[in-house]
């Protein structure tokens, strides 16, 4: 059964660190591609990074970029989001999202449960 | 590239023919997905390809537009499909928008 599960989140001061964790299982990791996502408490959702299948490229949204590191270790079928100077607006719920390709990217086919990050004094 | 849902929300009726529009600040083609997301929950996949439902997703939900204009309907609304929906763009990909939202509720 495909799945995705993530975990690391929790409660921290700003200015704080936490690492996110996407362990994925029922599929070839190697071969698919994980996006990090989140949402904010009663609002929408903001896409926040992404790594290539071999780790050579990585992006991030402006409002992370230079805060947050995106990694993947394919021996453990885990994809990583390290959290660094954590502000209050980034308080949200995070999810990996399995990107779901024809021809090209075309969505996020399967996504975890997501886990709650929140930053607060 | 950035995504405008409309409306925000709206209340119908089970039964009822639904629309909901999302244009795009430039055109990104056909790189538009749908989803739905109830309260608690990861959201779904519903459509992708500006038109191609997902697999599982039921009939009733449909797609279309080009360009910078795409619609999502929901031909005879459903008690399960009272739910928030979210248009995304993959056209700049890697780097994806999602629209704001639209929340449909029970009249």
């Known amino acids: 059964q495909v799945n995705l599960v993530e975990s690391g989140g929790g409660v921290v001061q700003p200015g704080g660190s936490l690492r996110l964790s996407c362990a994925a299982s029922?599929?070839?990791?190697?071969?698919?591609?994980i996006h990090w996502v989140r949402q904010t408490p009663g609002k929408g959702l903001e896409w926040v990074s992404f790594?290539?299948?071999?780790?050579?490229?990585?992006y991030y949204a402006d409002s992370v970029k230079g805060r947050f590191t995106i990694s993947r270790d394919s021996s453990k079928n885990t994809l990583y989001l390290q959290m660094s100077s954590l502000r209050v607006e980034d308080t949200a719920v995070y999810y990996c999202?399995?990107?779901?390709?024809?021809?090209?990217?075309?969505?996020?086919?399967?996504w975890g449960r997501g886990t709650l990050v929140t930053v607060s004094s | 590239i950035q995504l405008t849902q409309s409306p925000s929300s709206l209340s119908a009726s089970v039964g009822d023919r639904v629309t909901i529009t999302c244009r795009a600040s430039?055109?990104?083609?056909?790189?538009l997905a749908w989803y739905q997301q109830k309260p608690g929950k990861a959201p779904k996949l519903l459509i992708y390809?500006?038109?191609t439902l997902q697999s599982g997703v039921p009939s009733r939900f449909s797609g279309s537009g080009s360009g910078t204009d795409f619609t999502l309907t929901i031909s005879s609304l459903q008690p399960e499909d009272f739910a928030t929906y979210y248009c995304?763009?993959?056209?700049?990909?890697?780097?994806?928008?999602f629209g704001g939202g639209t929340k449909v509720e029970i009249k």
């Open positions: 995304q763009q993959l056209n700049s990909y890697p780097r994806l928008t």
């Open positions: 999202a399995k990107v779901m390709t024809t021809v090209t990217p075309v969505g996020f086919d399967l």
């Open positions: 390809a500006a038109s």
């Open positions: 029922g599929f070839t990791f190697t071969t698919y591609v």
């Open positions: 430039q055109d990104i083609s056909s790189y």
């Open positions: 790594i290539r299948y071999d780790g050579t490229n990585k």
